[in-house]
């Protein structure tokens, strides 16, 4: 998790990117995050959604490499 991710790199100070999961009326939330991915759920990830993620993705990686960027020049 976060702590050894924290302790690893011998700081807190690092980019991460925050994915909200919602609630789920029957399951807690760790088992609602540790369950399998329904079929439906599957092939909303192989469609739109999917491509969605990667796109946001690759903005918000290009977005952090120009920041890094910018920091290393200073």
């Known amino acids: 998790g976060l702590k050894s991710i924290e302790k690893l ?6 980019t991460r990117l ?10 807690s939330v760790s088992d609602w995050v540790l369950s399998r991915f329904t079929q439906d759920e599957l092939e909303s990830i192989e469609g739109d959604i999917g491509d969605q993620i990667v796109s946001e ?16 020049r200073v």
């Open 18 to 27: 925050k994915i909200g999961i919602g609630r789920h009326e029957k399951y």
């Open 9 to 14: 790199l011998g700081t807190q100070d690092f």
């Open 57 to 72: 993705v690759e903005k918000w990686l290009a977005k952090e490499i120009g920041r890094a960027s910018c920091r290393e």
